[in-house]
């Protein structure tokens, strides 16, 4: 789940081929940590510099057949630079609004369910 220094605003996206809000996510290569990948994804897809990554759970996708990975990323808020053959919108928002905006029953709304607890406490 990406958020910004104070932890505020959580970034939501929609991908090309679905009107759902999601949590950004990515896969990670072959011989790269997930600590790698992070960055490096966040910066394909959004054009976004990591400052913070915290890894917060995990949680089997039966339908993909992989083992999502949930961290909190602080990101510097800046313009966004959206990988536009794969994300067609990313909107900043409150937790609040996230989380009515985020597919019901998903592991999305999990994750980020767990997440919005965490930033309360301010990791």
Known sequence: MVTNRTQDKILLAKHVEDDDFILFAGYIKKGESAEKAIPREIKEELGLDVVKAKYMSSRYHAKKDVLMLNFIVIVEEKPIK????????ARWCSPEEALELIR???????????????LKKKI
């Open 82 to 89: 959206l990988q536009e053959q794969e994300i067609a919108e």
């Open 104 to 118: 019901k029953g998903t592991t999305a709304e999990y994750f980020l369910t767990h997440a919005v607890r965490e």
